[in-house]
Nanobody
Framework: QVQLVESGGGLVQAGGSLRLSCATS????????MAWYRQAPGKQREAVADITSGVTNYADSVKGRFTISRDNAKNTLYLQMNSLKPEDTAVYYC?????????????WGQGTQVTVSS
């Protein structure tokens, strides 16, 4: 059983910062890729940032403002969000994928709400 638990969401003013955490129930070395997604009301879920084989990728909308990182000792993935904008308001989800034996397993957290006020 794999469990991903997000935390750190909340209400913040525009221009402020917030750090999201994703605690995993097993070593993050078990995953080929980990990522943060978000979904705003009325919009599709979109990838915000991911880290795969040591390489990070960011959506254009968050480049220069968000940073994805991990703490292997704590089995935790982070998303540091700076210079937040109202359009960043969404439910943020932790994602992890593992590939092996000809199949790919995908895991999702329950999500954490981020609200950025004007």
């Amino acid at each position: 059983q794999v469990q991903l638990v997000e935390s750190g969401g909340g209400l913040v003013q525009a221009g402020g910062s917030l750090r999201l955490s994703c605690a995993t129930s097993r070593s993050i070395f078990s995953f080929n890729a980990m990522a943060w997604y978000r979904q705003a009301p009325g919009k599709q879920r979109e990838a915000v940032a991911d880290i795969t084989s040591g390489v990070t990728n960011y959506a254009d909308s968050v480049k220069g403002r968000f940073t994805i990182s991990r703490d292997n000792a704590k089995n935790t993935l982070y998303l540091q969000m700076n210079s937040l904008k109202p359009e960043d308001t969404a439910v943020y989800y932790c994602y992890a994928a593992a590939t092996g034996h000809g199949s790919r397993s995908v895991y999702w957290g329950q999500g954490t709400q981020v609200t950025v006020s004007s």
